[in-house]
Protein backbone atom coordinates (compact mmCIF):
# COMPACT_ATOMS: atom_id res chain seq x y z
CA UNK A 1 0.00 0.00 0.00
CA UNK A 2 1.31 3.24 -0.96
CA UNK A 3 -0.16 6.31 1.09
CA UNK A 4 0.12 9.68 -0.11
CA UNK A 5 -0.27 13.24 1.68
CA UNK A 6 -0.48 16.39 -0.41
CA UNK A 7 0.23 19.88 0.96
CA UNK A 8 0.64 23.58 0.22
CA UNK A 9 -3.11 24.49 -1.13
CA UNK A 10 -4.60 27.84 0.09
CA UNK A 11 -6.09 31.21 -0.68
CA UNK A 12 -3.81 32.82 -3.64
CA UNK A 13 -4.92 35.86 -5.25
CA UNK A 14 -5.52 35.87 -9.32
CA UNK A 15 -1.66 36.03 -10.98
CA UNK A 16 -0.25 34.60 -7.82
CA UNK A 17 1.97 31.64 -7.42
CA UNK A 18 1.48 28.35 -5.32
CA UNK A 19 3.71 24.78 -5.25
CA UNK A 20 2.18 21.92 -4.01
CA UNK A 21 3.76 18.73 -2.57
CA UNK A 22 2.76 14.97 -2.52
CA UNK A 23 4.64 13.08 -0.20
CA UNK A 24 4.78 8.83 -0.61
CA UNK A 25 4.62 6.41 1.86
CA UNK A 26 4.67 2.75 2.92
CA UNK A 27 5.43 0.17 0.02
CA UNK A 28 7.02 2.82 -2.20
CA UNK A 29 9.06 0.36 -4.38
CA UNK A 30 8.86 0.87 -7.93
CA UNK A 31 6.01 3.76 -7.98
CA UNK A 32 5.78 4.43 -11.74
CA UNK A 33 3.90 8.07 -13.21
CA UNK A 34 3.07 10.27 -10.36
CA UNK A 35 0.52 12.89 -11.12
CA UNK A 36 -1.67 15.88 -10.31
CA UNK A 37 -5.09 15.92 -10.77
CA UNK A 38 -7.96 18.49 -10.01
CA UNK A 39 -11.49 17.97 -9.05
CA UNK A 40 -13.69 21.85 -9.39
CA UNK A 41 -17.00 21.79 -7.76
CA UNK A 42 -19.95 19.80 -10.14
CA UNK A 43 -17.17 19.05 -12.32
CA UNK A 44 -15.31 15.51 -12.78
CA UNK A 45 -11.64 14.97 -11.66
CA UNK A 46 -9.63 15.64 -14.45
CA UNK A 47 -5.40 15.61 -14.99
CA UNK A 48 -3.25 18.64 -14.46
CA UNK A 49 0.20 17.05 -14.99
CA UNK A 50 1.93 14.05 -14.91
CA UNK A 51 5.35 12.48 -14.44
CA UNK A 52 7.17 9.18 -15.32
CA UNK A 53 9.91 7.37 -13.05
CA UNK A 54 12.32 8.81 -15.13
CA UNK A 55 11.08 12.42 -15.33
CA UNK A 56 8.67 12.99 -18.49
CA UNK A 57 6.08 14.89 -18.18
CA UNK A 58 2.65 15.27 -19.36
CA UNK A 59 0.04 18.60 -18.69
CA UNK A 60 -3.33 19.80 -19.34
CA UNK A 61 -3.86 22.29 -22.02
CA UNK A 62 -5.01 24.42 -19.82
CA UNK A 63 -2.16 24.84 -17.75
CA UNK A 64 0.81 24.90 -19.77
CA UNK A 65 3.26 27.06 -19.74
CA UNK A 66 2.00 27.99 -16.10
CA UNK A 67 2.15 24.96 -13.92
CA UNK A 68 5.08 22.80 -14.03
CA UNK A 69 5.56 19.07 -12.58
CA UNK A 70 8.57 17.91 -11.08
CA UNK A 71 9.60 14.92 -8.40
CA UNK A 72 12.55 13.94 -6.14
CA UNK A 73 12.84 10.15 -6.24
CA UNK A 74 15.05 10.40 -3.13
CA UNK A 75 12.72 11.99 -1.18
CA UNK A 76 9.48 10.49 -2.76
CA UNK A 77 7.78 13.54 -3.41
CA UNK A 78 6.12 14.92 -6.13
CA UNK A 79 5.65 18.75 -7.12
CA UNK A 80 3.20 21.18 -8.73
CA UNK A 81 4.57 24.60 -9.18
CA UNK A 82 1.68 26.55 -9.89
CA UNK A 83 2.14 30.24 -11.20
CA UNK A 84 -0.07 32.52 -12.98
CA UNK A 85 -3.07 31.68 -11.36
CA UNK A 86 -6.40 31.89 -12.68
CA UNK A 87 -10.06 32.05 -11.20
CA UNK A 88 -10.90 28.55 -12.92
CA UNK A 89 -7.58 26.79 -11.27
CA UNK A 90 -9.70 26.65 -8.09
CA UNK A 91 -10.48 23.45 -7.11
CA UNK A 92 -9.04 20.09 -4.61
CA UNK A 93 -6.01 19.07 -6.12
CA UNK A 94 -5.02 15.32 -5.86
CA UNK A 95 -1.83 13.51 -5.96
CA UNK A 96 -1.88 10.47 -8.07
CA UNK A 97 0.90 7.68 -7.71
CA UNK A 98 0.70 4.47 -10.03
CA UNK A 99 2.12 0.96 -8.73
CA UNK A 100 2.03 -2.68 -10.45
CA UNK A 101 -1.17 -0.75 -12.06
CA UNK A 102 -2.92 0.19 -9.45
CA UNK A 103 -3.91 3.85 -8.60
CA UNK A 104 -3.90 5.62 -5.16
CA UNK A 105 -4.79 8.95 -4.23
CA UNK A 106 -3.92 11.39 -1.86
CA UNK A 107 -6.87 12.96 0.26
CA UNK A 108 -6.82 16.36 -1.62
CA UNK A 109 -5.68 19.62 -0.76
CA UNK A 110 -7.71 22.92 -1.78
CA UNK A 111 -6.33 25.95 -4.01
CA UNK A 112 -8.49 28.97 -4.03
CA UNK A 113 -7.74 31.54 -6.22
CA UNK A 114 -9.85 34.88 -5.44
CA UNK A 115 -9.80 38.40 -4.97
Known amino acids: QVQLVESGGGLVQPGGSLRLSCAASGSILRIGAMGWYCQAPGKQRELVAAITSGGSTNYADSVKGRFTISRDNAKNTVYLQMNSLKPEDTAVYYC?????????WGKGTLVTVSS
Open 96 to 104: NAMQYGMDY
